[in-house]
Nanobody
């Protein structure tokens, strides 16, 4: 399974970005899909997770600002990020779990300027 993340960029504090993650395999069959991020010197952390049953979880720091969604017809996962803060600056990775196997996209850089 290949995952292609896109949509990162440079944005000012308070701005918005939408990340996309296109999958080579039907995402309707994924057990979980989600977004992670990694800042310099820090460990990769989960940001938003979506199960195939529709349950959604967010890390506390993004609740109310980020929204995860998917389009099964396009095999694409999204992360809408609003009211961005400098501390959201990181490389964002998409992840998919199929039948117990974990797959990662290549990452897309989000930089939020103060």
């Amino acid at each position: 399974v290949q995952l292609q993340a896109s949509g990162g960029g440079l944005v000012q504090t308070g701005g918005s970005l939408r990340l996309s993650c296109a999958a080579s395999r039907g995402i309707f069959s994924a057990n979980f899909m989600g977004w992670y991020r990694q800042s310099p010197g820090k460990e990769r952390e989960p940001v938003a997770m979506l199960s195939n049953m529709g349950s959604i979880n967010y890390v506390d720091s993004v609740k109310g600002r980020f929204s995860i969604s998917r389009d099964n017809a396009k095999n694409t996962l999204y992360l809408q990020m609003n009211t961005l803060k400098p501390e959201d600056t990181a490389v964002y990775f998409c992840n998919a779990m199929y039948d117990g196997y974990s797959y990662w996209g290549q990452g897309t850089l989000v930089t939020v300027s103060s």
